[in-house]
């Protein structure tokens, strides 16, 4: 039986209201990953998302990217440049990942997705990286494709990353004006790009919590680039054990 991967989802303005969306190269990943994918509604209600959770047989969670993160949810005043924030699927994916830790749900972080873990574990973000990291490098170049390799980062051998890619380095897409600051002290960093910035993070302690999260985005890169595939495919593997 195919572990079933839950997807978090994102609000969406459309001619008749709001929907709760996902793109589909993160259905698509999970799919050939041989996972089956779920969306997840982003409700501020605990117990509903623990009974969806527990209805739809659910053994692994990806937390997509998307809008901003409250800076007051990381105790700072929201600055001049952070923008589309949606605090209900702040309060909603706080609630998921409570339940994914505590259920000892295998999680992966995509992007927006690294990000929250860092603040749900008491880390802090930089709000907008081009006026708070010197000399940063270009993190969210205007009009590229989503499928272009845009900067390179540097893998630590000791994390989950270096046996995917079996290189210290390697090229990756970015779509993302906040990164880590300081990171939370459960979690270590085990990729950066050349300016310093974390890019790359996992649990301290695999075996209890399997949290991992990449700050780019793997979805738009793994048909063309089967190594970001293996991101999906690990978080299945994970999943398939608690099935």
Same mark, same amino acid.
Request: with cysteine; charged share 20%.
């Given at each position: ?12 303005? +459309?001619?008749? *209201? ?6 589909? /190269? ?12 779920? $969306? ?9 998302? @623990? ?10 969670? +990806?937390?997509? &990217? &998307? ?11 929201? &600055? ?22 505590? =259920?000892?749900?295998?999680? @992966?972080?995509?992007?927006? *997705? ?6 749900? @574990?008491?880390?802090? #973000?930089?709000?907008?990286? /081009? ?7 270009? %993190?969210?170049?205007?009009? #590229? $494709?989503? &499928?272009?390799?845009? %900067? ?5 051998? !000791?994390?989950?990353?270096? $046996?995917?890619? =079996? ?9 993302? %004006? ?8 459960? #979690? ?5 790009? =050349?300016?310093?910035? +974390?890019?790359?993070?996992? !649990?301290?302690?695999?075996?209890? =919590? ?7 985005? $793997? ?25």
């Amino acid at each position: 039986m195919k572990p079933v991967i839950g997807l978090t989802t994102w609000g969406e303005k +459309i001619a008749n *209201g709001e929907q709760a969306s996902i793109h589909y /190269d993160y259905v698509n990943s999970v799919e050939r990953a041989d996972g089956i994918p779920v $969306p997840i509604p982003y409700v501020d209600d605990e117990e509903f998302l @623990l009974e969806y959770i527990t209805s739809t047989n659910m053994s692994g969670i +990806i937390f997509t &990217g &998307g809008a901003d993160i409250f800076p007051p949810l990381y105790g700072e005043d929201t &600055g001049l440049y952070v923008n589309t924030i949606d605090t209900l699927r702040d309060s909603s994916e706080m609630k998921l990942f409570k339940i994914a830790i505590k =259920n000892k749900i295998p999680i @992966l972080g995509i992007c927006r *997705g690294l990000q929250f873990f860092n603040v749900a @574990l008491g880390g802090t #973000l930089y709000q907008h990286i /081009d006026a708070q990291v010197k000399d940063a490098i270009g %993190h969210h170049p205007i009009g #590229l $494709p989503r &499928g272009v390799l845009s %900067h390179e980062i540097i893998i630590e051998k !000791s994390g989950i990353l270096y $046996p995917i890619f =079996n290189n210290t380095k390697t090229g990756v897409n970015s779509f993302h %004006h906040q990164g880590i600051k300081k990171l939370a002290t459960e #979690l270590v960093a085990i990729a950066r790009s =050349n300016d310093g910035l +974390i890019e790359a993070i996992q !649990s301290k302690d695999m075996d209890k =919590n399997f949290i991992f999260g990449v700050q780019w985005h $793997p979805e738009n890169l793994s048909l063309k680039y089967k190594e970001f595939l293996e991101l999906f495919k690990l978080l299945v593997k994970k999943a398939a054990a608690k099935v």
